[in-house]
Structures are given as structure tokens and as C-alpha cells.
């Protein structure tokens, strides 16, 4: 036995717009910005390693992330720590060319409200052999932000 539908098909059919089910979003005009990245940092002979990030992102200048990385020899174990952004993570170390960062921030423009998370990958160079014993490095480097994840109606990636 064949199931029946009480529903004419056609009505269906013409009640779906194209906008409704079938279509993707419109992308919107939005700048995900970008973050000032400066890093320092050193070694000592005894194995120890460290190194200071200090980051701002475009949209909120005032707000200065800063993550301390440290490397412990004897436990063979790394710890980081950030304060500022909760949401602020960032993948970098052991003579990395590139460093990825990542946020969630809120956005309230036409098409996109709520929590947006960002991510941006740059090639950071540093100048070495800093200091008395030559083991400190420091590097600035600017990360543009795309749009990573929200479903929201846009991933555009700025351009350097």
C-alpha cells in the first residue's frame, strides 16, 4: 500500500521560495580586522625557555592580551598563561616561521549578530641573538583576521 498525502504536492512545492530552503546566505560587507602582535623572549643555558606575547586586536585598541609562555627543563613540561581576552588562543614556538591566532568576538553589523570566532596566520620573523648572553629574540608582526566559525554570511580575508 502506497502512503497518501492530503496536502496537494503542488501547494507545497509553491510554498518553498528559493530564498527559504535552497539558497545560501548574502555575504555582507565586514571587516574582521586584525591584531598587533609583539613577542620576546629567551633561553638560558640551564634549558629554561620563556617567551612574553603581548597582542591588540583592531576592533578593541584599550584591550592588550598578554600570554607568558615557559618551558621547564626539568619536567620537560610547558605552561602558558594569558590574561586579558578569555578567548584569545595562539599557536607559536620552538622557531615556528608562522604564528596563528585566534578570538571570538561580538559583531552587530547587518547580517551577523552575536559571537564571531576569528583566526589569522602570518610569518613572524624576529631579530635573535639579543642581549648580554645572546639569547633573547623580539618580532612584531601584524595577523589580518577571516571569519572562522558562527554561520554567519561572510569569510572575507584581508589583504596585506
Not at 4 to 21: E, K, R, Y
Not at 34 to 40: D, L, P
Not at 82 to 97: E, H, I, K, T, V
Not at 126 to 145: H, I, P, S
Request: charged share 15%; hydrophobic share 35%.
Amino acid at each position: 500500500m502506497r502512503p497518501t498525502c492530503s496536502f496537494p504536492l503542488s501547494l507545497l512545492i509553491a510554498s518553498l521560495s528559493p530564498t527559504s530552503v535552497f539558497s545560501q546566505p548574502t555575504p555582507v560587507d565586514f571587516d574582521p580586522g586584525f591584531w598587533s602582535i609583539s613577542i620576546n623572549g629567551g633561553s638560558a643555558a640551564s634549558g629554561w625557555r620563556w617567551h612574553d606575547l603581548y597582542a591588540n586586536y583592531s576592533s578593541t585598541p584599550d584591550i592588550t592580551t598578554h600570554c607568558k609562555w615557559l618551558y621547564d627543563p626539568a619536567l620537560r613540561n610547558d605552561t602558558t598563561t594569558c590574561s586579558g581576552d578569555p578567548s584569545f588562543r595562539y599557536l607559536w614556538g620552538n622557531g615556528q616561521a608562522s604564528i596563528t591566532v585566534q578570538q571570538t568576538i561580538n559583531v552587530a553589523v547587518a547580517g551577523i549578530q552575536g559571537e564571531v570566532l576569528i583566526e589569522g596566520t602570518a610569518l613572524f620573523t624576529y631579530k635573535a641573538n639579543l642581549g648580554a648572553n645572546g639569547r633573547q629574540f623580539e618580532g612584531a608582526v601584524r595577523v589580518n583576521a577571516t571569519v572562522v566559525h558562527k554561520g554567519v554570511e561572510t569569510a572575507r580575508e584581508s589583504a596585506e
